[in-house]
């Protein structure tokens, strides 16, 4: 199998109050097309710091991090955007939707980014099958917290990613409201065939993925296998 | 293997990210404009200033044969000698002379006398326009006997009546009309010198062409067939320069009343400027506040794709419409102003001004302000430029430092270059505009220091024994996104103005009035021939007058300074003295000691001259500085026809505030007892009564004396400094406004920072009452502090004004700089909480929800 992400001698660290702070230590790993993964970890351990560092978001102290085979330790910020733009798709935990847009322009926003046409149409398609037709003319603060995370997915979705990253994606959610967003984000996964790096503390959503990595302390403390076939 | 990446440059795609800044400004956009409208008073103050300026320009240009009354005028201080007037006689195919001199003149009917500007035509100037009279026709027939027109304020003050009469030196005129309006004259000078036109030919029967009488001669002419006048008088100027005759032509009067014209609107258009100025600070710090409330969804664009310099894009388009906005509303409305602008400035007006349209003012306004918004505003935008993707995972405020950027010393630096640029266009100088611009940024500095002060001194004195209402409002001035330095300066730079523009007027006001009622010498006497000295003491007497001073006066000219002559120093150009020195005449005085009021700074004193030595004179530092004069310098004086030479031997400082007989040149004695001369004499009147009498017996029984009343000079610099107040405090409304605009601008922005506070106050049960307590005290000190700066920097200002440009001493009224203090405390307050009313009148949800 290809790798999408490529992971090695990973590192971050900070610079606080005159000492230096190790976030992650030398972390590595492989993640292979189209597979479903999760990176758990108690507060705390580094594991939303990795994945803003596999998503092209921050840059890392030290190590390397290849996403479709591109070097992003080299890159600049505007260049990981780019990055960003063609492969990755994103799921936050707080939704991050732009308040000023409404469900379906926050939806087209990628596609319009890229520079493709009849977005519209494609765009209505993803909030149907969110099972949000009907609401894309309502801003973010009209909708309820499971819609707003439900419009993400559409979003994350829309410019067919290679590699999709969840931060928590359920994080904000009712139990009942969580189940039918994890439904979703992995028939949708399922559907375009892409890659799931999920970050999470919840047991049971990362019992759905296929691997398991433990982050504690900033290091990898384990990468099991789950029994979950692609 | 994954398929090998292609990364192309993508295009900038302007349309998407028009229709994004389009998105992203919901819900803003009236916050937006409120950050904005700041800049439309400033806006509007210069479009009108412009708009004005171009319109008097034009005007000037198409009616500035009427502010000459002819196609030339020739004037002279001193008679014109035979040959001169031989070839002025070759001058025009119509010919008018007029002299014009300071008089008294009495009305018989109501007993009054009046300091006037008498003038004596003959001709019939004004060749172009008219002299507007009541009747029409007294215009021209009051040449045809002994006939006067009088000015309208003359008449409305002494309530005469065509028909009646006034006495104009020996001779009684008949009141032939009212002058409404004489070529040139405007409102103001009308008020300080009103005029009296009287036939030429009674002119010596009222005995008032004395010698050392000071006498405009004036001659007009009129070309009736195509004459290009400007040429013709080029070729007469050396021998009109050596006669020391000015001239005048339309295309000259033309220029210099254009140029004092532009002059003014320059100046004026500075004040507004700085009214813009005072809105962009406001806009700068607002869009600061905008833009960090903007980081989520940067952060968010940013993850999906959005380059760096898009999302700046996004953001400077946004500030852009909305620059654009506020100034088109600016410009519209400095057009409407405009049209209040003749009525303002009617008393300084010597033409009839229009109200056209003006594009030009419009486009240069609206010009102006989208570059000065977006220049303001290019501080925290370019900060978007470094907002991290990584914000939507954890918000980190630190990381987000919209100051940091090393780009924003590149910002200040066209800021600071575009004020210089823009003060250059006004000022014409570069000197000037760095000294101005300086002068703000200084001004600024003060404020935002003093603002820095009052916040460190709150964090000082704020005690735990203060109840939670009380110490909550004091602490919200030094709170992160306080709004205490923006509102410090604007509101602080707005009261500063008014204050110190009040102080001003009345600390002159006050100073000549002291000087009316104190036992100083509150009038003035002059032109008293050697022969009337004596009498008119014993008259001052018989009216139990002090005869507190009488001094000789002498007319002279300047022949050399240091050998040379007026021709020889324009040639060259390494000495520094002005030609003028040698046109003007001097009036001098000898004595052998020096007055109170003088203090000899350089040099020696000599009250004798000696015999066979060049006469030791002294001068005044002002006049010498000017001039370039120093001790030793020869001076060469024509004293009526005799040359006198002269050695610099003393300079002297005059008090020119004392109601004195000063002089810039004085003689020591035994060197102009013979030459002719004439006597100033100073009085105290105590009331207008014995004044009004003492007059009248003066004009009786000495026509050709002339008296300056302090008293009536007091009222006519009262009105003056009225007329200019008006002015002044109609441009610095622009900077009040603003002022408040960007106060409410600032309190909104405030509430929405105080929101989630004030609500999570009332979600743990805080009444309405207390949140609203601990606004009003929040704005109480906002209000109060501010004010007080301003009133303080408006105390510091008046006293540096006070002692350093008039020379007077300080004096401020408490009780009107405190009714300012109040209103802008108050009004601070009041914009304060009803701008939280919003806040307290919404369900807690809502506001949490995030939907206001």
């Given amino acids: 199998m290809e790798n999408i992400l490529h992971i090695a001698d990973l590192s971050k660290t900070y610079q606080s109050a005159g000492r230096t702070l190790t976030v992650l230590d030398n972390i590595n790993f492989s993640v292979t097309t189209g597979s479903t993964n999760a990176i758990v970890g108690p507060s705390g351990s580094g594991k939303t710091t990795l994945l803003g560092l596999c998503a092209g978001l921050d840059r890392s102290s030290s190590g390397l991090v290849e996403l479709n085979g591109i070097n992003l330790g080299n890159m600049s910020e ?56 009907e609401r894309g003319h309502h801003y973010p603060t009209q909708l309820s917290g499971g819609e707003q995370q439900r419009v993400s997915l559409a979003r994350a979705f829309s410019n067919q990613p290679k590699i999709l990253f969840a931060d928590e994606p359920t994080g904000n959610l009712d139990a009942e409201t969580s189940e039918k967003v994890i439904k979703l984000i992995f028939d949708l996964n399922k559907e375009a065939g892409t890659t799931l790096v999920v970050v999470t503390h919840d047991l049971e959503l990362a019992a759905k993925t296929q691997r398991i990595i433990r982050i504690k302390g900033g290091k990898l403390v384990s990468d099991e296998k789950t029994n979950i076939n692609a | 293997m994954p ?175 009212t002058l409404n309006k004489a070529p ?12 009296v036109y009287i036939p030429l030919q009674y002119l010596t029967e009222t005995g008032l062409m004395q010698k050392g009488s000071r006498i405009s001669y004036n001659y007009y002419y009129k070309y009736d067939h195509d004459v290009n006048v400007t040429k013709l008088i080029k070729g007469l100027e050396p021998k009109l320069e050596k006669a020391n005759l000015n001239y005048d032509t339309i295309d000259t009067r033309k220029e210099n009343t254009g140029r004092s014209f532009a002059d003014l609107t320059k100046f004026l258009s500075l004040v507004g400027f700085i009214a813009l100025l005072l809105g962009c600070v406001g806009v700068a710090s607002a869009i600061h506040i905008y833009i960090r409330e903007k980081i989520a969804s940067i952060a968010i664009m940013r993850c999906l794709g959005v380059r760096s310099t898009q999302a700046f894009l996004i953001y400077l388009i946004q500030i852009i419409s909305i620059g654009l906005i506020g100034s088109i509303i600016g410009a519209a409305l400095g057009s409407l102003i405009q049209y209040l602008l003749p009525l303002v400035f009617k008393d300084f007006l010597p033409i009839t001004v229009t109200t056209d349209l003006s594009w030009m003012a419009i486009g240069q306004g609206v010009l102006l302000g989208v570059i000065i918004s977006v220049l303001f505003a290019l501080l925290p935008l370019i900060a978007i430029r470094n ?122 006001v006050r100073q000549v009035s002291v000087s009316a009622t104190t036992n100083t010498a509150n009038m003035i006497l002059f032109d008293i021939q050697p022969t009337q000295k004596q009498p008119l003491a014993g008259l001052t007497t018989q009216y139990h007058l002090p005869v507190i001073q009488q001094v000789p006066v002498v007319t002279t000219r300047i022949n050399t300074i240091n050998g040379k002559n007026a021709a020889q120093v324009k040639k060259d150009t390494t000495i520094q003295v002005s030609p003028h020195v040698f046109a003007n005449e001097y009036r001098v005085t000898y004595r052998d000691t020096l007055t109170p009021t003088e203090k000899v700074i350089d040099g020696e004193w000599q009250g004798k001259a000696k015999d066979g030595a060049e006469v030791p004179v002294s001068i005044e530092d002002r006049f010498a500085k000017r001039n370039h004069l120093k001790i030793g310098d020869h001076i060469e004086f024509n004293v009526q026809g005799s040359p006198v030479k002269t050695l610099v031997t003393s300079i002297r400082t005059v008090n020119w505030n004392k109601m004195q007989t000063n002089f810039l040149v004085v003689f020591p004695a035994g060197v102009l007892e013979d030459a002719p001369q004439f006597y100033a004499m100073l009085t105290h009147v105590p009331s207008k009564e014995v004044s009004a009498k003492y007059q009248q017996a003066v004009v009786k029984q000495y026509p050709n004396v002339s008296l300056i009343d302090l008293g009536q000079v007091l009222s006519i610099l009262d009105e003056l400094l009225d007329k200019l107040g008006d002015i002044i405090k109609f441009m610095s409304g622009f900077s009040i406004i603003t002022g408040i605009v960007v106060l409410i601008a600032s309190v909104r922005i405030s509430k929405y920072q105080r929101i989630q506070e004030s609500v999570l106050l009332r979600t743990m049960g805080a009444s309405r009452r207390q949140i609203l307590v601990i606004s009003a005290l929040e704005y109480l000190f906002l209000g109060a502090l501010s004010a007080l700066t301003g009133t303080l920097i408006a105390f510091a200002g008046s006293w540096l004004l006070a002692k350093f440009s008039f020379d007077i001493p300080f004096s401020a009224d408490v009780l009107p700089a405190g009714g300012i203090f109040l209103a802008i405390t108050l009004l601070t307050i009041t914009i304060g909480l009803l701008n939280s009313r919003g806040i307290l009148n919404k369900p807690p949800l809502e506001i949490l929800r995030g939907d206001v």
């Fill in chain 2, 184 to 195: 040139g004259q405007t409102g103001i000078s009308a008020g300080i010198a009103p005029i």
């Fill in chain 2, 3 to 177: 398929e090998p990446y292609q990364l192309e440059k993508p295009p900038l795609k302007l349309g998407w990210l028009f229709e994004m800044a389009w998105r992203d400004s919901r819900k803003n956009r009236s916050r937006l404009f409120l950050f904005i409208s700041a800049i439309i008073f400033g806006i509007a103050a210069i479009v009108a200033i412009y708009s004005f300026g171009y319109n008097v320009k034009k005007d000037v240009d198409n009616q500035a044969a009427t502010l000459i009354g002819a196609d030339l005028s020739i004037t002279s201080n001193k008679p014109v000698d035979a040959s001169m007037l031989q070839t002025l006689n070759t001058l025009g195919d119509r010919r008018s002379q007029e002299r014009s001199f300071a008089s008294m003149i009495y009305f018989p009917k109501g007993n009054g006398t009046r300091l006037v500007q008498v003038r004596a035509l003959q001709g019939e100037f004004p060749y172009y326009g008219s002299l507007e009279t009541t009747p029409i026709t007294a215009g021209t027939d009051f040449k045809n006997g002994k006939k006067a027109l009088v000015d309208q304020t003359l008449m409305l003050q002494f309530n005469a009546q065509v028909g009646d009469s006034i006495k104009v030196g020996s001779v009684t005129f008949l009141i032939a009309g």
């Fill in chain 2, 387 to 508: 907002i991290s993707p990584l914000n939507t995972l954890r918000m980190s405020y630190e990381s987000v430092n919209l100051l940091r950027d090393p780009l924003r010393w590149l910002v200040y630096v066209l800021i600071v270059g575009f004020i210089v640029v823009f003060s250059y266009f006004q000022l014409d100088s570069w000197p000037a505009s760095i000294a101005f611009t300086i002068g703000i940024f200084i001004a600024f500095l003060i404020l935002t220091l003093i603002a820095k002060l009052l916040m460190w001194l709150a964090k000082l004195l704020i005690s735990n024994s203060w109840s939670y209402l009380w110490r909550q409002g004091f602490a919200n001035l030094y709170r992160p996104n306080n709004q205490t330095i923006i509102l410090m300066v604007s509101i602080g730079l707005s009261t500063a103005f008014i204050c110190t523009l009040f102080f001003i007027q009345s600390m002159l």
């Fill in chain 1, 78 to 133: 505007d260049k990981r955007a780019q990055v960003r733009n063609q492969y990755v798709g994103f799921i936050f935990q707080n939704f991050q939707l732009l308040p000023t847009l409404t469900a379906l322009e926050n939806v087209m926003v990628p596609l319009e980014l890229r520079g493709e046409r009849n977005i519209r149409a494609r765009a209505l398609d993803l909030l149907d099958k969110v099972g949000l037709a």
